[in-house]
């Protein structure tokens, strides 16, 4: 389902319900309870790299109470990297389709039937964008609603039924507000979880790949696209995912991508498999000296020191491995940047339309370039991620090439 079109069902029919709900349950609002959790439900619906963010936070609610059973609902392509990084046990993990309106719903009325029978007594809803996970939050049957709430900000009405609102807090990282809804679980304070103390993140545990693994990979690059392996390997993911608004333009990876292979780097284009057209694109416009394109349906691939990948790695797990080949990943603000902090491999991660401060990758070896305008950041918990740009990303389009590459030579040189 295209995310234009979820925007404009969670407006309208997201508001007429949250306010219905709000208006019935206001007469039992005093009677809400604050149980110590047994059963916890996690929402977390949007994309991936927000699951990574996350982590800490699971291994808060893991420490905190060592007893009780959680549980996460999200999206159905989420599972994968749900179950790598080990958030709940597998068994534990509710997905819902959201190919279409109709699958949607069917998948929260299956879910809420589930989580209804295990008796769920503490949801925490992470997301701050959408009002169907307040509505899930609600239906659910915990009697403890933990979530964020606009109190007397600006922002998207999303009911009056959460029983410990938490303060959405624009100037933190988002890292540290999952961990501030879990503080929020048994907090008296208002708004909830008001304390002087900042809690440390905390490094984000590596995903360990066997050796073979690794080399299997390896093994796929070179038959396939006979790949060096007395080359460096940058990876470059230049899609915008979900929103294309905070893709890097087109010209700018060219000019990076040009350069790294005349200094002597392989380079690699990943991506999705609806990518392959944008990197044939962008390799299309390197010097034929330098880039030779591969045909990566035919399987007879020349030699070259630049990859199509888009499409190559058909698995979250082949990703990960790939990044652990690689010496470096250029990327926009999407998944693949929070990726790497599962990795040994340094990124250089591309904001614009949102900014590091909230966002930025976990992994110490990541740096996270923003050049700031006036509009910038222009996605935010209050305008439904929906930017008013034009889509003239002057924010993106100010990172300078040259700036690019020479942080890029740095890591790579190990300087």
């Known amino acids: 389902m295209r995310i234009a079109v979820q925007r404009k069902i969670d407006q309208i029919l997201g508001t007429i319900i949250c306010a219905v709900l709000s208006l019935l349950y206001l007469p039992f609002a005093h009677r809400a309870k604050n149980p110590k959790p047994e059963k916890i439900l996690v929402i977390l619906l949007s994309e991936m790299g927000a699951l990574v963010l996350s982590a800490p936070m699971f291994a808060k609610l893991a420490a905190q109470y060592p007893t009780a059973s959680i549980y996460l609902l999200t999206f159905k392509r989420n599972i994968e990297i749900a179950e790598l990084l080990k958030l709940v046990p597998s068994g534990n993990i509710c997905s819902i389709h959201d190919a279409s309106f109709f699958q949607l719903c069917v998948g929260c009325i299956q879910n809420l039937i589930r989580l209804r029978r295990k008796s769920i007594d503490t949801v925490i809803d992470c997301e701050l964008f959408s009002r169907v996970s307040s509505l899930l939050a609600f239906f659910c049957g915990a009697s403890n609603r933990v979530g964020f709430h606009r109190h ?9 039924f959460i ?12 890292s540290r507000q999952f961990l501030t809804l879990v503080a929020a679980i048994e907090s008296d304070t208002v708004p909830k979880a008001k304390s002087t103390v900042m809690e440390p993140v905390g490094a984000m545990q590596r995903l360990e790949f066997s050796n073979d693994t690794i080399e299997r990979m390896l093994t796929r690059l070179i038959e396939n696209y006979q790949y060096s392996v007395e080359k460096k390997l940058v990876l470059i993911y230049p899609g915008g995912g979900l929103l294309p608004i905070r893709a890097w333009p087109m010209d700018s990876y060219v000019s990076v991508a040009g350069r790294l292979l005349r200094e002597g780097y392989a380079v690699g284009i990943i991506g999705l498999k609806t990518d392959h057209q944008l990197a044939d694109d962008i390799a299309g416009q390197l010097d034929s000296t330098d880039c030779k394109l591969a045909d990566d349906i035919a399987g007879q691939l020349d030699s070259t020191d630049c990859m199509n990948l888009a499409g190559f790695t058909k698995t979250m797990q082949d990703l990960l491995v790939l990044f652990n080949i690689a010496s470096l990943l250029i990327t926009n603000d999407g998944g693949p940047g929070h990726f ?15 900014t590091p401060v909230l966002y930025g ?12 305008v006036n509009c910038s950041p222009c996605l935010t918990a209050f305008n439904h991620r929906n930017s008013p740009c034009d889509g003239d990303n002057v924010c993106l389009k100010s990172i300078d090439p040259e700036d690019v590459m020479a942080k890029a030579l740095d890591l790579l040189k190990g300087r």
């Open 163 to 174: 029983t410990r609102k938490v303060l959405y807090n624009p100037y933190s990282h988002i």
């Open 340 to 354: 790497t902090a599962l990795t040994p491999v340094p990124a250089i991660i591309l904001f614009g339309p949102e």
């Open 152 to 160: 007397t900000q600006e922002g998207l009405f999303r009911g009056n």
């Open 361 to 372: 990758s976990l992994s110490p070896k990541a740096i996270n370039l923003h050049q700031p």
